[in-house]
Every structure is written in structure tokens, then in C-alpha cells.
């Protein structure tokens, strides 16, 4: 299934690397290949790009994606998580390092993984099928408290206890096991917060961010990021809800290897937005490592 993908802020990402030919850089969220083509192209004829993905059937398109840029990337199928480690055992220092830490549309409308609430789908929502845990799992399993404490850490859902008691509730009938059986439950339970938004958004939200353990993963890679960048690198980073943003933010001003950029995050223009709806919650920060 060939699904289009729009990456967001292209224009601005490349400004804020400072991408320019022969440069050295790392795509820690490859998708589908988007950002990676942009940055290989504005470093040509001879940039280089080491690209990580946790998706094998994302990275197996992204490859196709950048076949004409041949000899000038390498993708890992590995979570951005693990690239400082898999770049300092290379013995790699990069100028720049992207990540966007949205859902891909090949996740969300094609792995058939139940990430949308609008599909009937087996209720997975792992990025990286090696995971053992499912959201299946999850639902099933954790008790009235932990599915509140989830759905209020993970989703900043106000209304955490009357979803977790509905979806208690139901699950005593029958083992819940598709997308769409959890998203009428909750439907059920609730009220949308806003005009236009779906009730389970921050559900599903905060089941694949626990699934997928999206926030220590994040946390692990801030840690250590400065490591792989050159003096004067760039981190720049694409966030798309309150929790990441926050935690980025944070680690940009106490990293004293760091220099924030972006006092304020750069966001899409209203012509980006009414192109690419998905752009409008878009977030991007920028650090630089020191120079000494």
C-alpha cells in the first residue's frame, strides 16, 4: 500500500540545520523518507545522512524513497533512541540532527496497527512489531487506577476516570480488541473537548506513547545527543503535543553543552496548515552544541 506523505516545516528545518553541501547529518525518525530526501538534496553532491527507523516497512520504503541518492545515507532499522550509541561505535560526529516525533501517515493509515481511532483495527500501536506489549495488552489488563494514571500522564486527558471506568466496564462483557470497538467506547463516555476533535484523541495518545515507551525514549536520547553533534551542530526537533514539547524545552535549557535557538518554537505558516492540516500542531526547537 502506497501511502503520501507530507513532511512538516521542511523549509524551516533545512534553515535552522544549516544543511549545505558535503555536511554530515542524522534523521533519527526517517518515516517515510521525507525530511531524509530534503536534507540529502540541499547537502548534495556530497552530504551524507545516517538515517533510524523503527519501522521495517516505513524504512523498506524510505530506502526505495532515496535510492537516487545512492552511496550517501545509511538507515538503521533502530529506534533515534539508540543513536548515540550506534553513532559514537561508528565513530561519527554529525552537523545536524533531526527528529519528528509525529506519527507517520504510513502508521497511522497503513500498518493496519489500530493507531487511528476512525479504522477497525487489531488494537496493537506498536511502532516496532519486535515489541512484546500491545495496546491490546494494556486495555485488557491494567487495573481502573493504572489505566487512569496512563491516560492522565500519557494523555493529559481531564476526564481520565470516567474513560478508564467505561472501558472497565465494557471489557467485563467482552476482551476489547479492535481500534474502533475503543473508540466508541469512549465515545460513549465522553463528550469531545472541542469543536472538530475526535473524544479518544488523547486515548489512543497516550496508549501508543506507553506502548511505544515514546517518553523515556525521548528522555534517553536528550541525554545524550551533544555527544554525536560537531561544535556548532544542531539538534532540531519537531514535537507535536504538550508532553514532548515540554520535556525538550527543558532539557535545551538545562543541557550546559547546549544553546538554545528557538526562545519561542517555530511553527508552521497558515499556507503550510492549509496544505497539510497534520502540520497545525507542530512545534520545532533548536539547540546548538558549544564551541568549547
Given amino acids: 500500500m502506497k501511502i503520501e506523505h507530507e513532511p512538516v516545516l521542511v523549509q524551516e528545518v533545512l534553515e535552522w540545520l544549516s544543511v549545505r553541501p558535503?555536511?554530515?547529518?542524522?534523521?533519527?525518525?526517517?518515516?517515510?523518507?521525507?525530511?531524509?530526501?530534503?536534507?540529502?538534496?540541499?547537502?548534495s553532491p556530497d552530504g551524507f545522512l545516517f538515517g533510524f527507523e523503527w519501522d521495517e516497512e516505513s524504512l523498506r520504503q524510505a530506502e526505495k524513497r532515496l535510492s537516487p541518492f545512492a552511496g550517501r545515507f545509511r538507515l538503521f532499522r533502530a529506534?533515534?533512541?539508540?543513536?548515540?550509541?550506534?553513532?559514537?561505535?561508528?565513530?561519527?560526529?554529525?552537523?545536524?540532527i533531526l527528529l519528528d516525533l509525529g506519527l507517520s501517515s504510513f502508521l497511522l493509515e497503513g500498518s493496519g496497527r489500530g493507531f487511528s481511532f476512525l479504522r477497525e483495527e487489531p488494537l496493537d500501536m506498536r511502532m516496532d512489531t519486535r515489541l512484546r506489549v500491545?495496546?491490546?495488552?494494556?486495555?485488557?489488563?491494567?487495573?481502573?487506577?493504572?489505566?487512569v494514571e496512563l491516560l492522565r500522564n500519557y494523555g493529559e486527558e481531564p476526564r481520565a476516570a470516567r474513560i478508564a471506568r467505561a472501558i472497565v466496564e465494557a471489557r467485563r462483557k467482552k476482551r476489547i480488541e479492535t481500534s474502533l470497538e475503543?473508540?466508541?467506547?469512549?465515545?460513549?463516555?465522553?463528550?469531545?473537548?472541542?469543536?472538530?476533535?475526535?473524544?479518544?484523541?488523547?486515548?489512543?495518545q497516550a496508549?501508543?506513547?506507553?506502548?511505544?515507551?515514546?517518553?523515556?525514549?525521548?528522555?534517553?536520547?536528550?541525554?545524550?545527543?551533544?555527544?554525536?553533534?560537531?561544535?556548532?551542530?544542531?539538534?532540531?526537533?519537531i514535537s507535536f503535543h504538550s508532553l514532548e514539547d515540554r520535556m525538550v524545552k527543558r532539557a535545551f535549557r538545562?543541557?550546559?553543552?547546549?544553546?538554545?535557538?528557538?526562545?519561542?518554537?517555530?511553527?508552521p505558516s497558515e499556507d503550510e496548515v492549509r496544505r497539510n492540516p497534520r502540520a497545525r500542531s507542530a512545534r520545532l526547537r533548536v539547540a546548538e552544541r558549544c564551541r568549547s
Wanted: no cysteine.
Fill in 22 to 43: 558535503g555536511g554530515w547529518y542524522a534523521d533519527g525518525t526517517v518515516g517515510l523518507g521525507g525530511h531524509s530526501e530534503a536534507i540529502l538534496r540541499a547537502s
Fill in 79 to 96: 529506534n533515534f533512541a539508540e543513536m548515540p550509541q550506534i553513532l559514537a561505535r561508528e565513530g561519527v560526529q554529525v552537523e545536524g
Fill in 134 to 147: 500491545t495496546a491490546r495488552d494494556l486495555i485488557n489488563r491494567l487495573s481502573y487506577p493504572q489505566l
Fill in 182 to 204: 475503543l473508540a466508541q467506547i469512549v465515545e460513549r463516555a465522553v463528550r469531545p473537548r472541542k469543536r472538530g476533535e475526535h473524544p479518544a484523541t488523547l486515548t489512543f
Fill in 207 to 237: 496508549l501508543r506513547i506507553a506502548v511505544n515507551r515514546e517518553l523515556e525514549n525521548l528522555q534517553h536520547f536528550l541525554s545524550r545527543a551533544p555527544e554525536i553533534l560537531k561544535p556548532g551542530g544542531r539538534l532540531a526537533i
Fill in 254 to 267: 538545562e543541557d550546559p553543552r547546549l544553546r538554545v535557538l528557538t526562545r519561542k518554537p517555530v511553527r
